[in-house]
């Protein structure tokens, strides 16, 4: 049988592994941090993907097209593939099913597979016993040659013997877990947008599946497209959440998501699809804007760090146009030398490349070293554009024009730059005049609020705790840097100002093309943002935001950038006073205070800062010892990055539609 075939062959390479054989799953329950990452909110998800990733490698070998996420009201996640389902036979070896095997031994479900472009020993690929056993119960289904096997477990262990339990048309695999709390102390709870941003990548990067995701514990108002006007409405009847992923584009379909609402230079992305060396699949699209939007992937795996695929495209990018523009004498405009990034300013691609031994490095191990790599995404890239760009003559000037036009603007950036430099490495001595220092210098403990305008800069200033608080006033709305090259972005005084406080300089490319920042003279590990609680408070921390994210990355990376939450109500009675920050809040003070008699009960809608007195915004909003501080984290790079273009780019349609449906996060002020 070739079932047993594979199993020798399997068998094999299981001892030539035998030092991960022999470690068993207790090994992933005493170190399940080894495995996963870590046990937070991030390992709790990647439960989920590593299941998906099984499904996603059977749809690759051609037996799948259709996968089912559900959150169940429990937290426990079922997943369901429309796969060959996991073989169920005997082990010879093992002298137990291959199901148990798959489901016990580490690595097994990858060796299985000959065509994998697993990996072994990143993040991903340490297969679905991992999740056995980081769970208190796993159930297992599958559907094969006419039958429905089942076998449960609890923290890895098998509770009883495969057993068959019916009769089937259909193939595939339904796995069902409950993460176990005693190894996730932190939450148990499921992010229905953070598997989203996954789900949805990986549907992108893998054209062609249909992957779903059903929320049991919500229910939504269902929400139909009216055929005719397009416009979205409610029926009327309840149903749990829900979204369905799918391309049949893939990568070209994905940056037309990426870039929602950004006016592009050509109508359609640029595609490279090569197969020759190793599968490279890879979109890109040059747009009106200044930022370079790259997302590389290696197996499916965001690669953040970059590595030798992204070196070759940037190579094979560069390469290419500056050829194509000699050849065809359109650089005579050019006054400045032209840089690696002047090829890259407002280009939006992504790359997908398959490598059957990946190796990572790097910080966080997402970062690709197979040095053979490099040649043939640079090829690929070069004989793509090559082709388009004679094809498309009207659009490959446009490309140049805009390569020439960020030449000039960079050598213009410089001078600016090198001001903000010149400023900040005399720290101390050149702090701008607005900021209220704190007298602690010991980065740890010190914190910079950035407050919206000079009247609520005013109360924090007299509220603060002068000894580890510092205070720096900003004027009204900050720059839109999403909208303005980076000379401008230098010029305003305001954002020279955040420079200098925060004593640091200018993020610099390293040699991999990554944008680095010196944070070793950071001046405080916190970094506050303090605005009204309204619509155009929300917006002005947003504006602050997008500067973060796209000139200081590593200081959100760090997780040093904070959200202060003023409240939005003081409900008052006699001497008893309750600060509320939600509406819900406010009616329970108002239940509670107004017992017995509503005499004297007042309830106050604050609106900014500035009608809070000092000692008011002392206590609720800036005291570490009863503040709520929300620290701003990028889970999905993409999906933040997406969002900030579309919310501060210049096409307002989408921005509404995205205020509209994300409207019961935002508090709107009559
Ligand atoms: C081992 C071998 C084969 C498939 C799988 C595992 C498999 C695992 C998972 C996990 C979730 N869905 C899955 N689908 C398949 C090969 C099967 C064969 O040779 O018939």
Known sequence: MLENEEMKQAEEQYSANSIQVLEGLEAVRKRPSMYIG????????????????????????GFCNDVQVTILEDNSIRVRDNGRGIPTGMHEKEHRSALEVVLTVLHAGGKFDKSSYKVSGGLHGVGVSCVNALSDHLHAEVHREGKVFEQDYSRGKPLGDVRVTGETDDTGTIITFHPDATIFTQTIV????????????????????????????????????????????????????????????????????????????????????????????????????????????????????GGTHLQGFKMGLSRTLKNYAEKNNLLSKLKAELSPEDFREGLTAVISVKVAEPQFEGQTKTKLGNPEVTAAVSQATGAALDVYLEENPKEAKLIIEKIVLAATARAAAR??????????????????????????????????????????????????????QAILPLRGKILNVEKAIEARAFESEEIRNIYTALGVTVAQEDDTGEKRMDLSKLRYHKVIIMTDADVDGSHIACLILTFFFRYMFDLIKNGYVYLATPPLFLVKKGAEEVYCWTEG??????????????????????????????????????????????????????????????????????????????????????
């Open 415 to 468: 001078k600016a730059r090198e001001m903000v430099q010149r400023k900040t490495v005399m720290s101390g001595v050149g702090m701008p005049g607005k900021l209220a220092d704190c007298s602690e210098r010991d980065p740890e403990k010190c914190e910079l609020f950035l407050v919206e305008g000079d009247s609520a800069g005013g109360t924090a200033k007299q509220g603060r705790d002068r000894r580890i």
């Open 38 to 61: 870590d046990v937070g909110e991030r390992g709790l998800h990647h439960l989920v993907y590593e299941v998906v990733d099984n499904c996603i490698d059977e749809a690759m070998a």
């Open 190 to 305: 499921y992010k229905y947008d953070t598997l989203a941003g996954r789900l949805r990548e990986l549907a992108y990067l893998n054209k062609g599946i249909r992957i779903s995701l059903t929320d049991q514990r919500e229910l939504v108002d269902e929400m139909v497209t009216d055929e005719a006007s397009g416009d979205r409405k409610a029926t009327g009847k309840l149903v749990f959440r829900h979204d369905e992923f799918f391309s049949e584009a893939g990568l070209s379909q994905f940056i037309e998501y990426l870039d929602a609402g950004v006016a592009h230079l050509t109508a359609e992305p640029i595609c490279v699809n090569s197969d020759k060396i190793i599968p490279i699949d890879i979109a890109l699209q040059y747009n009106t804007g200044y930022s370079e939007k790259i997302y590389s992937y290696v197996n499916n795996i965001h690669t953040i760090e």
């Open 585 to 670: 809040q406010r009616d329970e003070a108002i239940q509670r205070l107004g017992k017995g008699s509503e005499k004297g009960l007042t309830v106050q809608r604050y609106k900014g800062l500035g009608e809070m007195s000092d000692m008011q915004l002392w206590e609720t909003t800036m005291n570490p010892a009863r503040r709520l501080l929300r620290q701003i984290t990028i889970e999905n790079a993409a999906e933040a990055e997406r969002t900030f273009s579309m919310l501060m780019g210049d096409d307002v349609p989408p921005r509404r539609q995205f205020i509209e449906e994300n409207a019961h996060y935002a508090n709107i002020d009559a």
